[in-house]
């Protein structure tokens, strides 16, 4: 499988241009634009779809899921103010791509996926690359209780609600990155934990999301 893994300047430079597209659609936080700037997206697409790597757009992954946007990548990882080191629970790992962001701002990343193709796909995928996250198959709308407290939770398929579970699971002055809304759409939701039991909730954009399909969702 070694063949796919070339990163030659035709993929660089249109990583680079992805990267002036994301700050002109608003994205500041330089320490997340240098992260897209350093992941080979094309890595994750097959070689025939190579020249779709580096639009801004969603792409088909299989099992009926997508590899998300990378604005939405950008945008969620902007709000989740990474720190070095901090822990970072993922619900929804998908191709991965996301992970790796993670991976390269820092943190500590535990990712959870319920679709077992995909689970195997990023488990081997990812650490060949050079990104070891964590990986786990199952449910995660419950997030991962034996893991916790995370210092920040990302979520990456549309939630009818925010589950409990999750805000039980952040430390107090950790953030909740989650887009709320029904199938169609979603506004994008994030929850800092300014106390034991005690939220701020601040709600933004739309976006448009797969399913967050388990216990605590649809
Ligand atoms: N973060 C991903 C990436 O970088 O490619 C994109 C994720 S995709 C938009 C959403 C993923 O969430 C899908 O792979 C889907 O199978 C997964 N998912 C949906 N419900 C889930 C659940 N309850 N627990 C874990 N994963 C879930």
């Known amino acids: 499988m070694a063949y796919k893994y070339i990163d030659n300047y035709r993929e660089q430079g249109a990583r680079k ?3 002036e597209e994301l700050r002109k659609k608003g994205i500041e936080d330089e320490r997340v634009l240098l992260a897209i700037g350093k992941v080979p997206r094309h ?3 097959d070689e025939t779809f190579w020249n779709q790597a580096y639009k801004d757009i969603a792409f088909p992954i299989g099992e009926d899921q997508t590899i998300s946007q990378p604005y939405t990548v950008a945008y969620q990882s902007q709000l989740l103010h ?3 080191g901090d822990k970072v629970l993922e619900i929804g790992t998908g191709s991965g791509y996301q992970a790796c962001i993670l991976v390269e701002l820092g943190a500590k990343v535990y990712t959870i996926e319920r679709q077992e193709k995909l689970y195997e796909r990023t488990s081997k995928v990812l650490p060949y690359m050079g990104y070891k996250p964590k990986f786990f198959l199952g449910d995660g709308s419950r997030g991962i209780a034996k893991h916790a407290p995370y210092d920040k ?3 990456t398929a549309g939630a009818p ?3 409990d579970e999750l ?3 952040l430390k107090v002055g950790g953030i909740l990155v989650i887009p709320v809304g029904d199938q169609q759409s979603q506004k994008m939701v994030t929850v800092l934990k300014v106390g034991e039991n005690d939220y701020e909730k601040i709600v933004l954009d739309t976006f448009r999301f797969v ?3 388990g216990d605590k969702a649809w």
């Open 153 to 155: 939770i990302i979520v």
């Open 161 to 163: 609600t925010v589950p």
């Open 82 to 84: 990474i720190n070095l």
């Open 167 to 169: 805000l039980k699971q």
């Open 17 to 19: 241009k992805l990267v």
């Open 43 to 45: 890595f994750f697409f």
């Open 211 to 213: 399913p967050l399909v």
